[in-house]
């Protein structure tokens, strides 16, 4: 009669009074129909209480729906998967599996066992070492005398009473866990979870249903199909979840491989993002572990740090438009190539010019009859000419490396240099063109006004690129964040001169993050690699003229931060004290 009963409260009937006059007419008992309208029938107790649990049951399903699809984190939305299957089926044990991407063998993901107090994967921080399950066999033969690899080729529910006495499969692994643990498999049903594909990706199998004295039954019928319908639900989250996955991981591979071609247009700036995000994240985590102080109240979202990473690694994406000549200019006369080769030969032909008009002016010193002493005199002449251009063409040599200011009298120098002429083919020219002048007397760096803007630059670009792109709500700040690495407190920063109220905190760390690595690098064309020493006083001095934030760049120094990055980043050399 209970069974019946329960058959027709799965059916679904409108209401619990259909079920009832169902129930007693199926009864044919005139007795029980009359004690049914008297309200003394028990009947009417036990369809009530089934009809209770059926609902109770629907509604469970309906909010493990919800849950599951809401849920975005992978490890998390595994996780329940398991919970919530083994809270319905009252399983003492489960494990998920996941195909892998070929399709080759199954990957263990989630394994509990309540018994063994076991809960290893998802977010539990212990990982599983277990070997994944092989779908196929020597020869591309299926693997089908494994219970979950079984599953995953056919599609089909297994559901065995006892793995000790079913037959067609291999329970050698289960048999020796339970021989190492003391442990006892018995009841499994295995199901497998299919996308809207139908394609299997993952399998669900639980061990040892549980009846209410805690005694291992078999899995009932009525478990499978709840447990089905979980599975269906379960797919389609994991379905989601794994798009979802996917599509930041594209993401996250487009920016990576942007940012790598932007690095590896300059030999000399390679890997200088990769260590900015490092920097920048080390900082941001450092922040959120504040517990007193000026970051005791600031605590970045995960949503917000992953905001901040993307707007590391695209910071510097705007210089993919900048010429790499400005970019790795390592002297003052460099373009495309180094001019300091043209002025060392036109200043090697001036003296061979003088050279040539000695031999003349010798020639015609004889022919006029004139003595040794006469002929000295030109040779001494000449030489002072031409040990004066050897000097000057040193001198502009050493101009042209950025090692020394560039004072007053010098810049007049290059300027008197520059003013000389020589004649060529029938023209004069001057000893140094005026972009050469130009060039030569940049007092320092290597960067002329103009080629300074051009880098410069590089942040308004990366904003109006980024801007461009649909970030989602939650990454709306990207393009603001990347821009604003170059920003200062008092407002001279670029591309927007943003005052101290308007510059964020994640620009700040960020600004800090890129000056250091920039200061401490060690392949930068214009400069010797620094001291560490020598960077934290820069550091310092960029507090004190308020062009960074004071208390971002204490955090950096006083955390030691600055000695965890030196010592995976440096060379030694670095970092010893002179």
Known sequence: MQNNIADMVASGPADVEEILDRAVIKSGKAGCRRALESGTCPVRDVVRDL???????????????????????????????????????????????????????????????????????????NEITLPPVPLYGPGNKPNQSNVSSYCALTGETVNIADVYEAEGFDFTGPRKYDAATGYRSKSMLVIALKNHEQDIIGVLQLLNALDDE?????????????????ASQAAIALTNTQLIQGLKDLLYS?????????????????????????????????????????????????????????????????????????????????????????????????????????????????RNGADAAEISGIEARYADVLSGVEEDRQFILGCNIPKEFMSD?????????????????????????????????????????????????????????????????RLSRVPEYAAGHHEKLDGTGYPNALSEDQLPMQARIMAVADIFEALTAKDRPYKKPMKLAQAIKILGFMVKDRHIDPDVCELFIGSGLHMEYANAELDPSQIEDD
């Open 51 to 125: 009809f209770s649990r059926q609902v109770s049951l629907v509604d469970r399903l309906t909010e493990i729906g919800l849950a599951l699809s809401g849920e975005t984190r992978l490890e998390r939305l595994l996780e329940m998967i398991v919970d919530e299957a083994r809270v319905l089926t009252k399983a003492d044990a489960g494990t998920l599996y996941i195909v892998d991407k070929e399709s080759r063998k199954l990957v263990f993901s989630i394994l509990q066992n309540d018994t063994m107090n076991v809960r290893m994967g998802g977010t539990s921080g």
């Open 214 to 230: 805690g005694h291992v039954i078999e899995f009932s019928e009525n478990v499978v199909d709840i447990i089905g319908s979980l």
């Open 254 to 366: 487009v920016i990576q491989s942007i940012a790598a071609a932007i690095d590896a247009k300059s030999p000399y700036t390679n890997g200088h993002i990769e260590r900015v995000v490092t920097l920048t994240m080390m900082i941001a985590e450092k922040v959120n572990s504040m517990t007193e102080g000026r970051f005791a109240d600031v605590n970045f979202t995960d949503d917000e740090m992953e905001e901040l990473k993307l707007a590391a690694w695209m910071h510097d994406v705007g210089k993919i438009s900048i010429p790499e000549h400005v970019v790795d200019k390592s002297t003052k006369l460099e373009t495309i190539f180094d001019r300091s080769e043209l002025v060392d030969t036109r200043f090697r032909l001036i003296a061979e010019t003088l050279r040539t008009r000695q031999l003349q002016d010798t020639v015609e010193a004889l």
């Open 409 to 473: 009298e010098r810049i007049e120098r290059v300027k008197e240099i520059a003013a000389r002429t020589y004649e060529s083919n029938g023209e004069t020219f001057n000893w140094l063109t005026d972009d050469e002048v130009k060039n030569l007397c940049i007092r320092k760096g290597t960067l002329t006004d103009e080629e300074r803007k051009i880098i410069e630059s590089h942040a308004r670009i990366t904003q109006e690129m980024l801007s461009r792109l649909p970030f989602p709500k």
